[in-house]
């Protein structure tokens, strides 16, 4: 895949196509949001901010420039096309899984990781899920419809079934989405408590971790279309990818980053933080 010299990536992630381990795409779309809409515009701002960071990780002590990623940009996306989108989605993560790469990406709201999520899957059939997350997501449908931001965990069980769905940080949802979970899915109210043991029980299992930037609190992170009080620390974060360096992540994704509710910036800061640290978990 030829890249455009001329074209933003974010820092570190400018190694060409063939010769990287990790694909970065940016999956602009926001056609679901039931809150407040704006997540269309993180991955290009997150480009953008990225080059306050500095390449090195002194949480990994690991560093972007010693290993191959490459950012090919923002797929194009028929807005106001659900299906569609997801269609898009999800083939260009086949090409990136078919070439045995990793692809990891950059929302827009959370709908965005299902194709995602399905092209794994497809490949990876002992698929275990992580879901990082202030929200259940486990709708059923949500204004009539399957696909939604606030269905998209529900939808990933359709495709890997019980057992195999590991959610952190669960602090919001209605009474029957935690009811649900009893029965379907490993699910941790309010904190990570349990991440050793569930990294431990994953052993070498292929992995998917999803990152809605909504886990951290509102103080941390008051750029995101659906803030909910009482999350997580910045450092509880980068706890988080420490212990995720243990397993076999196969595809990752961070979404839900609205960067324009935060003119400070800072919610933009810490996102490309955090995408910094995941990659750098996922590298070799």
Not at 31 to 57: K, Q, V
Not at 84 to 94: A, G, L, Q, R, Y
Not at 171 to 198: C, I, M, P, Q, V
Request: hydrophobic share 35%; glycine share 8%.
């Amino acid at each position: 895949m030829q890249k455009h010299k001329n074209v933003l990536t974010f820092i570190g992630f400018d190694s060409e196509y063939e010769d990287s381990e990790i694909i970065v795409f940016g999956a602009p779309f926001d056609g679901t949001t039931s809150f407040r809409p704006g997540a269309r515009f993180a991955p290009s701002i997150m480009r953008n901010e990225s080059y306050g960071l500095e390449t090195y990780s002194p949480y990994l002590d690991k560093d972007l420039e010693d290993t191959k990623i490459c950012d090919v940009g923002d797929l194009e996306l028929p807005l106001g096309n659900t299906e569609k989108t997801m269609m898009v989605i999800e083939e260009f993560s086949k090409d990136v899984l078919n070439s045995n790469k990793i692809p990891v990406m950059i929302g827009g709201e959370h709908l965005v990781s299902y194709p995602v999520i399905k092209s794994v899957y497809e490949k990876y059939e002992n698929l275990h899920i992580l879901h990082f997350d202030a929200h259940t997501d486990l709708r059923d449908e949500l204004f009539g419809e399957k696909l939604s931001h606030a269905t998209v965990i529900r939808r990933a069980w359709d495709l890997v079934g019980d057992n195999r769905i590991h959610q952190f940080g669960i602090r919001s949802g209605e009474r029957e989405e935690f009811k649900w979970a009893e029965k379907h899915t490993n699910l941790t109210k309010f904190t990570y408590e349990g991440l050793d043991e569930t990294v431990t029980s994953i052993g070498d299992s292929p992995v998917y971790v999803t990152i809605d930037l909504d886990i951290l609190d509102p103080s941390v992170m008051s750029g995101t279309g659906t803030p909910e009080p009482g999350g997580i620390s910045f450092n509880d974060m980068m706890v988080i990818i420490e212990k995720l360096q243990r397993l076999n992540i196969v595809g990752a994704d961070v979404v839900e980053l609205s960067p324009h509710y935060d003119q400070s910036g800072a919610s933009t800061a810490v996102a490309c933080k955090v995408l910094r640290e995941l990659v750098l978990a996922i590298s070799n």
